[in-house]
């Protein structure tokens, strides 16, 4: 019995897969020296000319702080106005 060939859509999968373990890998890389903001991360990126949106970067930092890869700290500004 002969395997089906993949379809498009199987390869589609495969290579987003592939994708968004190498922008982990990636992430993990970056940060491994020291802590930054998502927009540092961003920098970093842009400095080595790959294309990497916010749209993007939080979702992937949710995936690794699931995977217990990444552990994420949340700072809350509050600014008083003054009138």
Sequence with gaps: MALPLPTPHHHYHMISKNIKGFF??????????????????????????????????????????????LEASIYIHIFNKIT
């Design 24 to 69: 982990e890998f990636l992430v993990l890389t970056i940060i491994s020296t020291e802590s930054m903001y998502p927009k540092e991360i961003l920098a970093r990126f842009e400095y080595a000319h790959i294309k990497i949106t916010e749209g993007t970067l939080y979702p992937l930092i949710n995936r690794l702080k699931k995977k217990d890869l």
